[in-house]
């Protein structure tokens, strides 16, 4: 009996991460196309094939889910990004890899540059949050990946920022 209990709780949580991965590529598209101003939580819903009232279940606000989309982005991309610069190697092979990994992930997710510029134009606290969370740790693992690069004689001397 705890058996099935323990079967019917893993299903519902992995249908719950489905449905949460559903509303935030729906909101993702949406708010890329519409920021946050323009894109509608009917229209998030519809596209994501679930009811209204569970956006605010599972992100509580507009502005809560919009936050969650651009975190996701930068979330798995920093993970990539951090795996790739700290690995070994020649340093110039591993910025190559670093530069391929941008480009590659912006081009897979069609909506990350928009929403990018939409997150610099809007500023804020979040945005703080967010360079703190995820830019200050890339931007350092790029620095000593450079400064490597610098010591092994594959860069040119200068100033690494």
Do not use: C, W
Request: glycine content about 10%; overall charge positive.
């Amino acid at each position: 009996m705890k058996h099935s209990a323990n079967h019917g709780k893993v299903r519902h949580q992995h249908r719950s991460e489905e449905t949460r991965a559903a509303i935030l590529a729906a909101a993702g598209r949406m708010f890329a196309t519409g920021g946050l101003a323009g894109a509608r939580t009917d229209a998030i819903a519809a596209a994501a094939g679930v009811n209204k009232a569970l956006l605010y279940y599972y992100f509580k606000s507009k502005e809560g889910l919009y936050e969650a989309v651009l975190e996701d982005h930068f979330r798995e991309f920093n993970r990539r990004a951090l795996e790739v610069l700290a690995a070994p190697g020649p340093a110039r092979a591993v910025l190559l890899r670093y530069v391929s990994l941008h480009f590659d992930f912006i081009s897979a997710r069609h909506q990350s540059a928009p929403l990018f510029q939409q997150l610099m134009m809007t500023g804020g606290k979040f945005l703080e949050r967010l360079i703190r969370k995820y830019f200050a740790p890339r931007g350092e693992a790029l620095g000593k990946l450079i400064e490597r690069g610098i010591r092994n004689g594959e860069f040119r001397r200068g100033d690494p920022f």
